[in-house]
């Protein structure tokens, strides 16, 4: 069972900065795509940015492209997410995600990941 813990969540100032950190117990054939996932009270659960693991791909939630960078230290089994610009709306829990999506359509979709972890809370204030 793949475990994943993330840190670095807390609250900001508009326009502020924040990194996340998810670091995985193992990569399997499950996981090889990891990603970040938030969700604001009432809505529902968002793709914000997934990588692959086994190479450089990257895909972004179209209201975080040119703030928000996702990147990964394979040695480590860590994803990052460098959250900047950051805007009252990016409020909510993040979730850091791994699974094995097959088509691109399905990359930011939460229903393709199988693995998740606990969550952490960005908040950001105006």
């Known amino acids: 069972q793949v475990q994943l813990v993330e840190s670095g969540g807390g609250s900001v100032q508009a326009g502020g900065s924040l990194r996340l950190s998810c670091v995985a117990s193992?990569?399997?054939?499950?996981?090889?795509?990891m990603g970040w996932f938030r969700q604001a009270p009432g809505k529902e659960r968002e793709g914000v940015a997934v990588i692959y693991v086994r190479g450089t791909s990257t895909y972004y939630g179209d209201s975080v492209k040119g703030r928000f960078t996702i990147s990964q230290d394979n040695a480590k089994r860590t994803v990052f997410l460098q959250m900047n610009s950051l805007k009252p709306e990016d409020t909510a829990m993040y979730y850091c995600?791994?699974?094995?999506?097959?088509?691109?359509?399905?990359?930011?979709?939460?229903?393709?990941?199988?693995?998740w972890g606990q969550g952490t809370q960005v908040t950001v204030s105006s």
């Open positions: 995600a791994a699974g094995s999506p097959n088509w691109v359509r399905e990359y930011l979709q939460s229903n393709s990941y199988n693995y």
């Open positions: 193992e990569y399997t054939y499950q996981t090889q795509w």
